[in-house]
């Protein structure tokens, strides 16, 4: 009996174990009966089934569920992360469709990052195992055949909040109709929506700063700063609202430290707005070691070297976003702005590394050397980056065309208002 035959077999004990118990009765009546039946010559099961040792030997693999969640995923954040990281959860293999920028302009107005850039920000996640470009905002009946036999898609997993159609219908009816729908809880705190309003007001904020920069030469940076929030506060403009647990930094940690004898390499930013600049500057810098540990420096740091009006995303935030990424480890919540001997030590670091691409400012003009230390000891090194990509070049695409985010913010903002106004409690990760 070839092996194919036998995973036949196999495939119809795992499937239909009440026809193969029949079978395995009647065999055994038969084998007790011979002896009434003189004459009648039964074979033994072994004989029957020479290559039975098998079902002992291998143990039967059961079929991965793959599910599929697909989003524009512009200006992707930590919500996004967490949303394909619950869907990861609800199978063995997820499945992400990227919408088409044709799509996403019909029905909600022009993304702010390219569909390269999109691409390159859900394949960086360390739950995506699986991403189909150019997918469709709505779920159609074709799509969804696609899905199920191309894809071999289980599930089709989407939100608690609502996603309709300009017309106002479910862009997710058809799943639900099929019985194929799986539902995941929302991340609060964050949107694409927020995070443009974040930009626009940042700019706001920043010319604002610029026309008071002679009153305030002399204020302390500390107070400066609480001027500048109670400025926010006082216009209405967007502030984060999420709020960090200690679990969630679990859920996004690799939970491994590195070996005794690892290559621990050490690169250090902002990591505001993360973009596809960051997936790749990471990338580069995890294959020059073993373990890629990351510092990300905190909001006071940021402020300090590069305005009041940074960062647009804060410290836990931007924190999560860099855990998400499938080439980082580890992170430095809050790391300092100079590589000290002391951390090289602490964190058994072997090199610290610097992409060619960062935020230009005229303030570091003069200061100290961030990197004097491991330049000291041989082991720091500037590495290419491989995209021209910083968060100033991203938020400047939003300001350039604020009239039409404006609009497309305020119709979305109206949504947002609605859905929190409906919420209910939702149990889920």
């Given amino acids: 009996?070839?092996?194919?035959?036998?995973?036949?077999?196999?495939?119809?004990?795992?499937?239909?174990?009440?026809?193969?118990?029949?079978?395995?009765?009647?065999?055994?009546?038969?084998?007790?009966?011979?002896s009434?039946?003189?004459?009648i010559s039964v074979p033994h099961l072994p004989y029957m089934f020479p290559d039975l040792r098998l079902f002992h030997n291998?143990?039967?693999?059961?079929?991965?569920?793959?599910v599929y969640m697909d989003g524009c995923f512009d200006l992707m954040h930590y919500g996004h992360a967490n949303a394909l990281r619950q869907a990861k959860a609800l199978g063995d293999e997820l499945v992400v469709g990227v919408v088409s920028d044709d799509q996403i302009i019909a029905n909600k107005g022009p993304p702010v990052l390219s569909m390269e850039e999109r691409l390159t920000l859900v394949s960086g996640l360390k739950w995506v195992d699986e991403v189909i470009a150019d997918a469709p905002y709505e779920i159609t009946e074709e799509f969804m055949k696609r899905l199920f036999n191309d894809h071999k898609i289980d599930y089709i997993i989407h939100g608690d909040d609502p996603c309709l159609l300009p017309d106002g219908t479910d862009a997710y009816a058809l799943a639900k109709s099929a019985g194929r729908y799986k539902q995941i809880k929302?991340?609060?705190?964050?949107?694409?929506?927020?995070?443009?309003?974040?930009?626009?007001?940042?700019?706001?904020?920043?010319?604002?700063?610029?026309?008071?920069?002679?009153?305030?030469?002399?204020?302390?940076?500390d107070k400066l700063n609480k001027l500048e929030n109670d400025k926010k506060v006082a216009n209405g403009q967007q502030m984060s609202h999420f709020l960090p647990t200690s679990r969630r930094i679990v859920q996004f940690s690799n939970g491994k430290g590195p070996g005794p004898n690892a290559r621990v390499v050490y690169i250090d930013g902002a990591f505001d707005l993360f973009h596809a600049g960051h997936v790749e500057i990471l990338k580069n810098a995890r294959k020059l070691g073993d373990f890629l540990l990351v510092g990300i420096y905190t909001d006071q740091t940021i402020s300090e070297h590069r305005g009041s009006h940074f960062p647009l995303m804060h410290l836990h935030e931007r924190s999560l976003s860099v855990l998400a990424c499938r080439h980082?480890?580890?992170?430095?919540?809050?790391?300092?702005?100079?590589?000290?001997?002391?951390?090289?030590?602490?964190?058994?670091?072997s090199l610290?590394?610097?992409?060619?691409?960062?935020?230009?400012?005229?303030?570091?003009?003069?200061?100290?050397?961030?990197?004097?230390?491991?330049?000291?000891?041989?082991?720091?090194r500037m590495i290419e980056s491989p995209k021209d990509i910083t968060t100033t070049t991203v938020a400047q695409r939003i300001v350039d065309n604020h009239e039409i985010y404006q609009k497309?913010?305020?119709?979305?903002?109206?949504?947002?208002?609605?859905?929190?106004?409906?919420?209910?409690?939702i149990s889920g990760d």
Wanted: net charge neutral.
């Fill in 1 to 34: 009996m070839d092996f194919d035959g036998v995973n036949s077999i196999w495939d119809g004990v795992y499937y239909h174990p009440h026809i193969f118990g029949g079978l395995m009765l009647t065999a055994a009546l038969l084998g007790l009966s011979t």
């Fill in 352 to 380: 610290v590394v610097h992409g060619t691409i960062s935020e230009r400012n005229s303030t570091l003009n003069g200061s100290v050397d961030p990197y004097a230390v491991p330049k000291s000891m041989g082991i720091f």
């Fill in 328 to 349: 980082v480890d580890e992170v430095i919540i809050g790391a300092p702005w100079e590589v000290t001997n002391d951390m090289i030590t602490t964190f058994n670091i």
């Fill in 186 to 221: 929302r991340t609060e705190g964050v949107s694409s929506t927020d995070i443009v309003g974040r930009i626009l007001a940042s700019q706001k904020d920043s010319k604002t700063h610029e026309d008071d920069n002679v009153s305030s030469q002399h204020i302390e940076a």
């Fill in 408 to 425: 497309r913010n305020a119709k979305k903002e109206a949504s947002e208002k609605k859905y929190y106004a409906q919420k209910t409690y």
């Fill in 36 to 39: 009434y039946f003189a004459g």
């Fill in 58 to 66: 291998k143990k039967y693999q059961k079929r991965r569920v793959r």
